[in-house]
Antibody, heavy 115, light 112 residues
Framework: EVQLVETGGGLVQPGRSLKLSCVAS????????MSWTRQAPGKGLEWVAS????????YYPDSVKGRFTISRDNAQNTLYLQMNSLRSEDTATYYC????????WGQGTLVTVSS | DVVMTQTPVSLPVSLGGQASISCRSS???????????LHWYLQKPGQSPQLLIY???NRFSGVPDRFSGSGSGTDFTLKISRVEPEDLGDYYC?????????FGSGTKLEIK
């Protein structure tokens, strides 16, 4: 059974940093692209970042480019999202997703950016 | 960026009835490799999104055949026949042909 378990969310002040983790199991992690997608409270879905299976290439929308960094440790089956210079508009539930068409989703971890 | 226009915003439907959701993109979703990366998701209340349809018309593992996807180019449709209570929630389309990947704004399927 595929499982994606996100951790690392919480309350953080504007301008500070936070690092999310996602531990994957039930599939061959290093065969698949991985991504982060977020959902602000009561809002729709927004793609945040993707990384190729080897980790050699990463992709971001302009809203987070230069502030967020996606990375992975294939030996530990773990995906990361380093978030710097956080803003109030980054407040959301962050989901880890697997594969080219986001086949599996974790339960999400809530990040609240507020003073 | 590719804008995904999803309609309707809200879709009242009778149990046992049929529902149809449209997703239109601001540019063609045909990739240079010939594939079209348009997918559909359902987010049930209080849950994470779940994949229903990938690459326009392929049902994901375990998805009932009441769900079907169709379309090409810039115009795509998700149809749900014989709506059941477990189908209620928010539906989203996603294009992953062009960066940045973009979602539709969602359609809330609710009981009439």
């Amino acid at each position: 059974e595929v499982q994606l378990v996100e951790t690392g969310g919480g309350l953080v002040q504007p301008g500070r940093s936070l690092k999310l983790s996602c531990v994957a199991s039930g599939f061959t992690f290093n065969n698949y692209w991985m991504s982060w997608t977020r959902q602000a409270p009561g809002k729709g879905l927004e793609w945040v970042a993707s990384i190729t299976n080897s980790g050699g290439s990463t992709y971001y929308p302009d809203s987070v480019k230069g502030r967020f960094t996606i990375s992975r440790d294939n030996a530990q089956n773990t995906l990361y999202l380093q978030m710097n210079s956080l803003r109030s508009e980054d407040t959301a539930t962050y989901y880890c997703t697997s594969g080219n068409w986001f086949a599996y989703w974790g339960q999400g971890t809530l990040v609240t950016v507020s003073s | 960026d590719v804008v995904m226009t999803q309609t309707p915003v809200s879709l009242p439907v009778s149990l046992g009835g049929q529902a149809s959701i449209s997703c239109r993109s601001s540019q063609s979703l045909v990739h240079s490799n010939g594939n079209t990366y348009l997918h559909w998701y359902l987010q049930k209340p209080g849950q994470s999104p779940q994949l229903l349809i990938y690459r326009v018309s392929n049902r994901f593992s375990g998805v009932p055949d009441r769900f079907s996807g169709s379309g090409s180019g810039t115009d795509f449709t998700l149809k749900i026949s014989r709506v059941e209570p477990e189908d209620l929630g928010d539906y989203y389309c996603l294009q992953s042909t062009h960066f940045p990947f973009t979602f539709g704004s969602g359609t809330k399927l609710e009981i009439k």
